[in-house]
């Protein structure tokens, strides 16, 4: 009975560690997500600051001369920031692939290496194995057919059999 229960806790705990693998978005959609919002967030930010200007301008009567080089400026570092932040983005996104690259060779290395030692768990030669012995064979066998008493012992195995007394 306890047996059964053990067995039930694991085929659940496998079903929501699928979940969470499902629901994790890809990191290509994170990062697009974020600079998207990133973007949208620096517009309305934009959007924003001229707001505020007009109003000081309203309030204070500064010339519209005045508050186009204000505008200008600020427009200047609102690009500026962007392309920085555009650089960033580009940076962080290389060091996360070059990072996934590094994973995934470790990770191919452990499955690898997990497999070679399953298989030679169940006495299972590997691929490499087969070549190697194979290899042995076809040099064996050149070596037997170079010697004249293994010719003739070919010679007699190819040629096909006659029934006698038929």
Do not use: C, Y
Request: glycine share 4%.
């Amino acid at each position: 009975m306890a047996s059964r229960k053990k067995v039930t806790m694991k085929k659940s705990a496998r079903r929501t560690s699928s979940r969470r693998r499902t629901k994790q978005p890809p990191v290509r959609e994170s990062l697009g997500s974020a600079w998207r919002s990133t973007v949208a967030a620096l517009g309305n930010a934009e959007v924003e600051v001229e707001r505020q200007i007009r109003e000081l301008l309203d309030r204070n009567k500064l010339h519209r001369k005045d508050a186009a080089r204000v505008l200008s400026r600020v427009g200047a570092r609102i690009q500026s920031e962007r392309k920085k932040a555009a650089k960033d983005l580009e940076s962080t996104v290389k060091r996360v692939r070059a990072q996934l690259r590094k994973d995934r060779r470790s990770l191919e290395g452990m499955i690898q290496d997990a497999v070679q030692g399953t298989l030679a768990a169940f006495d299972i030669p590997s691929r490499k194995e087969v070549a190697n012995l194979t290899r042995k064979v076809e040099r064996l066998s050149r070596q037997i057919d170079d010697l004249p008493a293994g010719r003739q012992r070919a010679q007699r195995k190819a040629r096909p059999r006659t029934r006698r007394g038929a």
